[in-house]
């Protein structure tokens, strides 16, 4: 989608237009759920926070002023979601549904599933914002500097933030940083 | 394993790329849901504040030093108006389940004609 037309299909949501805002939601949902896929593990529950966020972002709509992408706006709305339900929730409950859903992925060999298990209990022990900047750079879906604009903070945080990270993840892995 | 996709695919696998006319759905039924939510909320409000506004009558008319017997005329007439204005309000803007089910009720045997 260009920027006229997401510009467009804008002004028509604020005035409240349901369809403009569906082709909004069609446009964005894909690195939504996959930036909230990383960062929670649990397809389910980052699914119903994607769609939280964006019926959030429908009513904050106003307050978006194109200073930065719409993509990265309501990654923004997602990234307060996360941390609000997350301090809702016991760092215990979601380990076990991120066992309980690589119970459900039998079909996966088992060395790969081990390595899901051990990147996963890596990525929970990660501070807050290094997790979410490592869930919205790793994939390639956000630059540093967009990464900065959805976490508001400074850019060599972020950068500082994905560096560590990933050398955590790796080392969870078995890898070192020197083989990398 | 040094790949940075890989680890993010490692960490959640990416939901498809193209549209999900599920995922649109189920965020429209939210949007709609929390719009009801804040009507629902709103009207409660309105209610709260107008039962407020008419029991505060009393206590202020006591406090302007009328008695009962001087102040009924006022109050009668306060009460009129507050009675008068509450039906306006319901009939014209009210309950909108109450008028849209009269309305369907209306329409229906027009309908099977």
């Known amino acids: 989608m260009d920027a006229g037309e997401e510009a467009r299909l804008i002004g028509l949501a604020r005035n409240g237009d349901m369809r403009a805002f569906g082709h909004l939601v069609d446009a964005h949902q894909p690195a939504v759920r996959a930036f909230l896929r990383r960062l929670v593990g649990n397809y389910a529950d980052a699914d119903d926070l994607a769609q939280d966020a964006f019926a959030r972002t429908w009513e904050v709509l106003e307050r978006y002023d194109g200073s930065s992408s719409l993509r990265t706006f309501i990654c923004g709305v997602a990234f307060q979601y996360w941390r609000r339900a997350r301090r809702s929730q016991s760092r215990r409950q979601a380990r076990e549904d991120a066992y309980a859903e690589l119970a459900d992925t039998e079909s996966e060999p088992p060395a790969r599933a081990a390595a899901r298990l051990a990147l996963r209990k890596a990525m929970d022990d990660l501070p807050g914002d290094q997790r979410a900047a490592l869930a919205l750079c790793l994939g390639q879906d956000f630059t540093h500097a967009e990464a900065a604009e959805v976490l508001k903070l400074p850019l060599g945080t972020v950068k500082s933030h994905v560096t560590r990270g990933r050398a955590r993840l790796q080392a969870a892995l078995g890898v070192t940083e020197k083989a990398s | ?113």
């Open chain 2, 1 to 113: 394993m040094n790949d940075d996709l890989e680890l993010a695919d490692l960490l959640g696998e990416a939901p498809p790329r193209g549209p999900d006319p599920g995922f649109r759905f189920d965020v429209l039924a939210r949007v709609a849901e929390r719009n009801r939510r804040r009507s629902m909320a709103a009207r409660a409000l309105r209610q709260v504040a107008v039962f407020f506004a008419i029991g505060l009558v009393f206590p202020v008319v006591q406090a302007a030093g009328l008695d009962w017997s001087s102040a009924q005329p006022v109050l009668i007439v306060a009460g009129a108006l507050t009675a008068a204005a509450a039906t306006a309000l319901l009939t014209i803007g009210g309950p909108g389940l109450v008028v849209s089910r009269s309305r369907a009720l209306l329409r229906a045997p027009l309908l099977r004609v």
